[in-house]
């Protein structure tokens, strides 16, 4: 079945970083766009960056010029690399792997990230 599991989250101080892993399993991952959304308690998920199996990227204005994603196509994992962190970025972040051949979504467990001094 199909298993992302995601890793790197923690409490950091502003200004810090953080690097978010995604290991995908059960799914043929080059098909796969590939995203990082968050959620905070009573608003609703928000995409965060996205990432192709041809490597094209995407990134909520947010987030612009600060976080970073890729992907390992050969070890079926994506990355989100979270520099110059701000309270405001504290949520808990989702790994979703988006099927383009069906349209499926999977998602994983969810990370804590916490920017707090």
């Known amino acids: 079945q199909v298993q992302l599991v995601e890793s790197g989250g923690g409490l950091v101080q502003p200004g810090g970083s953080l690097r978010l892993s995604c290991a995908a399993s059960g799914i043929t991952f080059a098909f796969n766009v590939m995203g990082w959304y968050r959620q905070t308690p009573g608003n609703e998920r928000e995409l965060v960056a996205r990432i192709t199996g041809g490597g094209s990227t995407d990134y909520s204005d947010s987030v612009k010029g600060r976080f970073t994603i890729s992907r390992d196509n050969s070890k079926s994992t994506v990355y989100l690399q979270m520099n110059s962190l701000k309270p405001e970025d504290t949520a808990i972040y989702y790994c979703?792997?988006?099927?383009?051949?069906?349209?499926?979504?999977?998602w994983g467990q969810g990370t804590q990230v916490t920017v707090s001094s």
């Open positions: 979703n792997a988006h099927d383009l051949r069906d349209r499926n979504d999977a």
